[in-house]
C-alpha cells in the first residue's frame, strides 16, 4: 500500500481520508436504514441504526484527530 515509512506528517492525510470514508459509510447506511424502517424490517433498522450511530461517532473522532495531529505538526514546524 504505502512505498515509504508512513511518518507523523502522513497522518493527517490519511485521518482525513478515514474520515471522507466514514462519511461515505455513513450515508449508505443510513439510506439502508431508511429502507428497512420502510419496509417494516425493525429489526434491521434498529441494527442500522446502531451502526449509523457508531459510524458518526467514529467520522468525528476521526476528523478531531486528523485536525488535532495537523495543529501539532504545524506547533513543531513554528518551535
Given at each position: 500500500?504505502?512505498?515509504?515509512?508512513?511518518?507523523?506528517?502522513?497522518?493527517?492525510?490519511?485521518?482525513?481520508?478515514?474520515?471522507?470514508?466514514?462519511?461515505?459509510?455513513r450515508?449508505?447506511?443510513?439510506?439502508?436504514?431508511?429502507?428497512?424502517?420502510?419496509?417494516?424490517?425493525?429489526?434491521?433498522?434498529?441494527?442500522?441504526?446502531?451502526?449509523?450511530?457508531?459510524l458518526?461517532?467514529?467520522?468525528?473522532?476521526?476528523?478531531?484527530?486528523?485536525?488535532?495531529?495537523?495543529?501539532?505538526?504545524?506547533?513543531?514546524?513554528?518551535?
Amino acid at each position: 500500500m504505502f512505498k515509504r515509512r508512513i511518518t507523523k506528517t502522513d497522518h493527517p492525510g490519511i485521518l482525513s481520508q478515514m474520515g471522507k470514508d466514514l462519511e461515505t459509510s455513513r450515508v449508505m447506511v443510513g439510506r439502508m436504514d431508511e429502507w428497512a424502517t420502510e419496509t417494516g424490517l425493525d429489526d434491521v433498522s434498529e441494527a442500522l441504526y446502531a451502526a449509523l450511530l457508531a459510524l458518526n461517532d467514529a467520522q468525528e473522532t476521526a476528523d478531531r484527530a486528523s485536525r488535532t495531529l495537523a495543529d501539532d505538526i504545524e506547533k513543531e514546524g513554528r518551535d
